[in-house]
């Protein structure tokens, strides 16, 4: 069992910075990949970034490519999520997520992960 707190949401104005973090706890962490997942009232859950388990490869919704950056620091047992050039379109509830044997198709779907968090809501104002 692994849990997932994530933290660092807020209201910010367009353009502005946020970094996010989810710390996890239970199972070895290093053997999970990560993800961070958003949902916006109404829409589905959407992928954002992923990272291996290994840490060496990452992914990012087209969306999000050049903006955000998913880290994670396994002594620290946390993930983040590095915001920049914010706009009111990535308003929603950014969730953090850990699953197990994902590769780069399969951390897209939120389907194949095992463990999520609670989420923290972002707002961005325009």
């Known amino acids: 069992q692994v849990q997932l707190v994530e933290s660092g949401g807020g209201l910010v104005q367009a353009g502005d910075s946020l970094r996010l973090s989810c710390a996890a706890s239970?199972?070895?962490?290093?053997?999970?990949?990560m993800g961070w997942f958003r949902q916006a009232p109404g829409k589905e859950r959407e992928f954002v970034a992923a990272?291996?388990?290994?840490?060496?490869?990452?992914i990012y919704a087209n969306s999000v490519k050049g903006r955000f950056t998913i880290s994670r620091d396994n002594a620290k047992n946390t993930v983040y999520l590095q915001m920049t050039s914010l706009k009111p379109e990535d308003t929603a509830v950014y969730l953090c997520?850990?699953?197990?044997?994902?590769?780069?198709?399969?951390?897209?779907?939120?389907?194949?992960?095992?463990?999520w968090g609670q989420g923290t809501q972002v707002t961005v104002s325009s």
């Open positions: 997520a850990g699953g197990s044997g994902l590769n780069l198709l399969t951390m897209r779907r939120a389907a194949n992960y095992d463990y």
């Open positions: 239970g199972r070895t962490f290093s053997n999970y990949a």
């Open positions: 990272n291996s388990a290994g840490g060496g490869s990452t």
